[in-house]
């Protein structure tokens, strides 16, 4: 997430989508991103500078951020916007225009390391996804040597719990339900098969 600096202060702004609106149609419309990032993901951006405005939170970045208000309950607005700010903005890298089909060599090898199959990790995450109660995220994540699939609940991230996220799969409504209404599995299933961007997932290993 980018930073702009104004009056001594560092503002956040919505980064731009890393394609265009309809670029990922026909598995999610460009209606469905439509919404998802220009209300959505930017009322999360817009609330956070709010929030940080005259605080002695308003220079560090938004991982920074992330980070350090995490499990506070003082400070659960900041954490909730900058995390689903940060969330949001990995969400949109982690998907591509005519994505899926295999990872690069390297992270194919270390997900058949600790899932014996790339189907077998796809299975998972699929899982993770669906049995996800309520909103949240599904995520692909590097635990020191090891890649594992976890889910997170509301704005959660894996990066406070010191993993390091690889890709991300939005399950909160609005990112499906104009497409797929109540058919969370079929959306899940449809991102992992056709958009889901393995090489920002291989950019991300350590």
């Known amino acids: 997430m980018k930073q702009a600096k104004l009056k001594s202060e560092y503002i956040h702004v919505l980064d731009p989508l890393p394609y265009t609106d309809s670029a990922l149609s026909p598995v999610i419309s460009s209606d469905t991103v439509g919404v998802h990032y220009g209300k959505h993901h930017k009322g999360y951006v817009d609330k956070l500078n709010k ?7 308003s220079d560090m970045s938004l ?4 980070i350090e208000t995490a499990g506070k309950p003082d400070l659960s ?6 995390a689903q700010a940060w969330n949001h903005t990995f969400y949109w890298h982690s998907m591509r225009e005519k994505g899926g089909g295999a990872p690069p060599a390297k992270l194919k ?7 014996d199959s790339l189907d077998a990790c796809r299975e998972e995450l699929i899982k993770a996804a669906t049995t ?3 909103s949240g995220w599904a995520w692909l994540v590097q635990d020191r040597d090891k890649i594992k699939v976890m889910a997170t ?9 010191g993993m390091k ?6 399950v909160w409504e609005h990112a499906y339900y104009l497409d797929y209404q109540n058919r969370r599995a079929d959306y899940v299933k449809a991102v992992l098969d056709k958009l889901i961007n393995w090489e920002f997932a291989a950019k991300n290993l350590d």
């Open 51 to 57: 929030q940080l405005e005259g605080t002695e939170y």
């Open 109 to 115: 090898e270390k997900i058949e390391a600790s899932f």
């Open 132 to 134: 996800q109660f309520g």
């Open 153 to 161: 609940g509301n704005a959660d991230n894996p990066m406070t719990s």
């Open 165 to 170: 996220p690889l890709l991300t799969i939005d």
């Open 63 to 66: 991982e920074s951020l992330v």
């Open 77 to 82: 607005g900041i954490f909730n916007n900058a």
